[in-house]
């Protein structure tokens, strides 16, 4: 583990890569990514014409990435990760107490503690590093409620690359002042108006403009391999605070969009865990892919550029009625975790925002914290696990319930960025 700045913590100093662990114990397959012409196996040359070679590779688990489970990380990613981690493991006394649990606790881990307020830092540090690595010039993203984008301008600033970023312009005109803190970072933001409105019409406008030039590639803050992989952080480091805490969790929930954070929350812990614990994926019923969808190939933009995946989806021309929590717009779900849901491993239960929205103001008079719209689905997760696990708890045998809080809603600090 990394040390902070002379402090004891979990920092990690590897990502965790599951995919030994689903080949070689659980001994299922991995369904290959498909190239969207040909229909064949993607080629990593392919691939990296659209992204950075490294991520490529993480992408298609070729090289290391098909057989090593701890994935060393850079020491300047290192240095990076330890400017806002470890992030705090929490108890929800005031929360277990509005549930009235005796015998039950609930504990988040806080992934809004960084600078921007959100996790998205764990995964675009790394993007923006190997970019820079390889010698990309511009790095082109998408960004839907405008926290990718966030993460996107923070990463290339310090790594000196150009961003370029579209937004829906309805979500632009509603988080201008996430959209101050992309241009306050350097980065150009591109309102952009598609018929869909959906993330993945923005990603299917970002692919266009890293066609054009050999030195653009392009950056994709949800759904991919690669983003889940970076993500671990979130899991090894808790991993390494249950141990210290002496906590036996019997419960992990997070939200799900397109399955980053919570793939990054999980996926170090279902080898210690499975058979021990639910693992509960909670995603919007204005996008049930999970719950709803149909677990098959899919290409995850419009365009059909990018790799075909077998994914839990809802076909790429899907647009949600009634949501709330825009960063959930998207049609499909990281491939690996597809495979643990539709394998049972992972559990999936769906709300929506009617029931969702009301745990905004909930959880800010609670614990103090007014948690992002996404994360709202995390919480309400949570509290519902809890409530069943309470009615089989006893004084001898208490219930555990962890959450991953993956960002809230305040104000961010100009003048601190």
Not at 241 to 266: E, R
């Amino acid at each position: 583990m990394a040390k902070n700045k002379g402090k004891n913590n979990y920092v990690p100093r590897y990502w965790f890569n599951i995919v030994p662990f689903i080949t070689n114990v659980l001994k299922l397959n991995i369904p290959e990514e498909l190239d969207p012409k040909s229909k064949r196996p993607m080629a990593l040359s392919k691939l990296a014409e659209t992204l950075p070679t490294e991520l490529a590779r993480q992408e298609l688990n070729s090289g290391i990435y098909g057989y090593q489970e701890k994935i060393p990380i850079p020491k300047k990613l290192q240095e990076l990760y330890c400017t806002y981690r470890e992030t705090p493991l929490v108890r929800a006394r005031k929360l277990e107490k509005y549930l009235k649990l005796k015998n039950t606790q609930v504990y988040f881990k806080r992934e809004d503690k960084s600078p921007i307020h959100s996790y998205k830092l764990n995964s675009s540090y790394v993007q923006a590093y190997y970019a820079k690595k390889e010698g990309v010039k511009t790095f082109v993203g998408d960004t839907g409620p405008g926290n990718w984008g966030m993460g996107m301008a923070m990463a290339c600033k310090i790594f000196k690359l150009k961003a370029v970023i579209y937004m829906e312009k309805r979500n632009y005109l509603a988080k201008i002042d996430k959209v101050k803190v992309m241009e306050k970072l350097g980065a150009k933001v591109i309102p952009i108006e598609t018929k869909e409105g959906t993330i993945a019409a923005s990603i299917s406008e970002a692919i266009k403009l890293v066609n054009e030039h050999p030195k653009n590639k392009l950056s994709l803050g949800c759904l991919t391999a690669y983003s889940a992989l970076h993500n671990t952080v979130i899991g090894v480091e808790l991993a390494g605070q249950l141990k210290a805490k002496n906590i036996h969790p019997d419960a992990f929930v997070g939200v799900v969009g397109g399955g980053s954070s919570f793939s990054g929350f999980v996926f170090p812990l279902i080898k210690e865990y499975i058979g021990k614990a639910d693992f509960i994926a909670v995603e919007s019923a204005s996008v049930p892919s999970f719950t709803k969808g149909r677990y098959r190939y899919e290409n995850p933009d419009l365009i059909r550029l990018m790799p075909r995946i077998k994914m839990f989806t809802l076909g790429n021309r899907f647009v949600p009625k009634n949501l709330g929590a825009s960063g959930l717009n998207y049609h499909g779900k990281n491939p690996l975790l597809s495979l643990l849901v539709k394998k049972g491993i992972v559990k999936a239960v769906s709300y929506t925002h009617n029931e969702v929205d009301p745990i905004q103001d909930l959880f800010d008079k609670l614990e103090g914290i007014r948690p992002a719209a996404e994360s709202c689905y995390a919480i309400i997760g949570a509290m519902k696990k809890a409530q069943e696990l309470e009615k089989k708890a006893t004084k001898d045998d208490k219930k555990t319930v962890i959450f991953s809080l993956t960002g809230n809603a305040e104000k961010i600090n100009l003048d601190k960025l």
